[in-house]
T-cell receptor
Framework: GAGVSQTPSNKVTEKGKYVELRCDPI?????LYWYRQSLGQGPEFLIY????????DSGLPNDRFFAVRPEGSVSTLKIQRTERGDSAVYLC?????????????FGPGTRLTVL | QKEVEQNSGPLSVPEGAIASLNCTYS??????FFWYRQYSGKSPELIMF????GDKEDGRFTAQLNKASQYVSLLIRDSQPSDSATYLC????????????FGDGTTLTVKP
């Protein structure tokens, strides 16, 4: 695809439910990042993949959050037992390939609302 | 204290003026520094990155880095109304991929 895509664009769920957020990076980008952004704040780092492996998961807030990238392309962020405080825009970014790693290209985000 | 600090603004400048945006960071081991622009309701997009002390110019934009003072700035010359956005400063530990730590951004308004 031409850019990073994320699905769904919006997700409304109830407290305690499980959600999956998907990210499809730019073709050929080996690095993939998940951030979340609350209103009025900058993106907060969650996890970074290099290929299939999580190179840095230090930003995951607790064990309710988990992310995978089994084939080194598409990634899924999984949130168990959602809480109202999980409500935010979840941003995915990718980098690498011919453009190098300097620039992280962001997707449009998934707005998660936990009621 | 946040790792990356920015003045939240809003910063308002007239069209054609120079807008100056500032950022300080706490981790002396930081190696890479980025400025992103984020329009309301949109995702961040990279404007510039800088790794070495000094100035780096790209069109109307100049990034300035002073590692000794742990300070990075962005100057926007000949500001245009289309420059009105939130500007995010981000800091990374590695110049070859790796996470970025973002500030909360400075909102810039350029008035016609």
């Amino acid at each position: 695809g031409a850019g990073v895509s994320q699905t769904p664009s919006n997700k409304v769920t109830e407290k305690g439910k499980y959600v999956e957020l998907r990210c499809d990076p730019i073709s050929g980008h080996t690095a993939l990042y998940w951030y979340r952004q609350s209103l009025g704040q900058g993106p907060e780092f969650l996890i970074y993949f290099q290929g299939t492996g999580a190179a840095d998961d230090s930003g995951l807030p607790n064990d309710r959050f988990f992310a995978v990238r089994p084939e080194g392309s598409v990634s899924t962020l999984k949130i168990q037992r959602t809480e109202r405080g999980d409500s935010a825009v979840y941003l995915c970014a990718s980098s690498g390939g011919l453009a190098g790693y300097n620039e992280q290209f962001f997707g449009p985000g998934t707005r998660l609302t936990v009621l | 204290q946040k790792e990356v600090e920015q003045n939240s603004g809003p910063l308002s400048v007239p069209e054609g003026a120079i807008a100056s945006l500032n950022c300080t960071y706490s981790d002396r081991g930081s190696q890479s520094f980025f400025w992103y622009r984020q329009y309301s309701g949109k995702s961040p997009e990279l404007i510039m990155f800088i790794y070495s002390n000094g100035d780096k110019e790209d069109g109307r934009f100049t990034a300035q880095l002073n590692k000794a003072s742990q300070y990075v700035s962005l100057l926007i010359r000949d500001s245009q109304p289309s420059d009105s956005a939130t500007y995010l400063c981000a800091v990374g530990g590695d110049t070859n991929a790796g996470k970025s730590t973002f500030g909360d951004g400075t909102t810039l308004t350029v008035k016609p």
